[in-house]
């Protein structure tokens, strides 16, 4: 007398599956687009119809409509400005550079008055540093 065995086969449900995997799909999705580092304090940021963001450089330099200077939203007076951008380019090492040098991205509020933004330019083009851009929101 034989006895049958019932067969059972295993199954892979696809839909618990699909599930997870589109859940860990949209965590991540998240969180890179959390891990955009701005260093740059909230500014009013002047409006350009050809604004393009930029992430290459190392340094973010603010400067407030009140006048005020943050190196990395560390307030900086403007006559230490260019000592302190060579400390911060001598810190940081060749990995975080762009193209073998050091770049700054300027947040400047619009209400900024020229002689200010000017004034910090040249403190800038005064350090090491060659690689400025402009920061603006597109339009």
Known sequence: MQLRRSRKTTRVEMLPLMDVVFLLLVF????????????????????SSTAVSENKAVIALT????????????????????????MRIAYHSEENTVDGETGVQIF????????????????????KIRKIS????QK
């Open 28 to 47: 991540f999705i998240y969180s890179m687009m959390f891990m955009v580092v701005q260093r740059g304090l909230a500014v009013s940021l002047p409006a």
């Open 63 to 86: 400067v407030t409509d009140d006048g005020g200077i943050y190196v990395d939203k560390e307030q900086v007076h403007l006559e230490q400005l260019t000592e302190t951008l060579n």
């Open 108 to 127: 400047a509020d619009e209400n900024v008055r020229y002689n200010d933004l000017y004034q910090v330019l040249d403190a800038v083009k005064l350090s």
């Open 134 to 137: 402009l920061q603006a929101r």
